[in-house]
């Protein structure tokens, strides 16, 4: 079963405020409330449905991948909670960044400190070696 627009469920324009959205989540929501209407699945069905569409619309975050991915944007799977690719990626350099940084990766940082050598070593003079190798694959 396709799910129906949030917008049209709640009888809203795209462009509409966040008071405008709670004004007609309020009036569906009394109009088809179940204490109200008992024992009518149909009443049932469209307050769900009217409060699903408050609870994705009334969230900026949430309106806003609604907008730009449809029901897509919003299911339960955790890779939609990212806005875009860029995100992703950020995550996975956040994760290796936190393994201790420097100009190699943070994960190949953290290895070579933990077995206390490095691959740079100084000299006398207190340069460090190896900087000015180039290694072609």
């Keep these: 079963m396709t799910k129906r627009d949030y917008y049209e469920i709640l009888e809203i324009e795209k462009n509409s405020s966040i008071d405008e959205i709670k004004k007609a989540y309020r009036k569906s929501a009394m109009q088809y409330h179940p204490d109200r209407n008992p024992g ?6 469209k307050f769900k449905e009217a409060s699903e569409a408050y609870e994705v619309l009334s969230d ?66 207190g340069k460090t070696q190896g900087t000015n190798l180039k290694i072609k694959l």
Aim: proline share 0%; no cysteine.
């Design 60 to 125: 900026e975050n949430k309106r806003r991948r609604y907008d730009q991915y449809g029901h897509a944007g919003i299911s339960s799977s955790d890779f939609h909670a990212y806005s875009n690719v860029n995100d992703i990626f950020s995550m996975f350099q956040d994760i290796f960044n936190g393994f201790g940084g420097g100009s190699r990766n943070g994960f190949e940082s953290d290895i070579f400190d933990m077995f206390g050598s490095s691959r740079k070593s100084q000299n006398r003079s």
């Design 40 to 45: 009518n699945k149909e009443a049932e069905e």
